[in-house]
């Protein structure tokens, strides 16, 4: 996939989860630069200035690039939630806001993973 076909793709699903509001900054990168989960992509963002940095793999298979894209665009769909999360952390103790963000983290991956999954499947039907 070109970076023009994966910005187009980013563009599209942002309108369609209606994320407007954020300036997406699409990065490609090396495999190697993101495969820390096992996934093609990595997400970041700071809320305060809507700023949002997608890095992606594009040289993988297309429908992975677009799976990854995907998968990147629900972490930013349920990024007040997880924000949410950090700030109800912020109130506990060290050793307990350690253990709680491990949890939500892993709670937010399999949550992410299965609506990914739900909507590629539902897109090609
Ligand atoms: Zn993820």
Known sequence: MTKGQAKREVARLQKAFEL?????????????AVDADGGDG????DSETLVVFIDIAIQSP??????????????LALVDMTEAHNKV?????????????ATLEQVNEQTTVRLTRAFTNLCAK
């Open 89 to 101: 952390l912020g109130l506990m103790s060290l050793e307990a806001a350690e253990l709680g963000k």
């Open 42 to 45: 990595l997400i970041s963002w």
């Open 20 to 32: 407007c509001q954020w300036d997406i900054q699409l990065r490609c990168v090396d495999a190697v």
């Open 62 to 75: 297309d429908e992975d690039v677009r799976s990854t894209i995907l998968h990147e665009m629900i972490h």
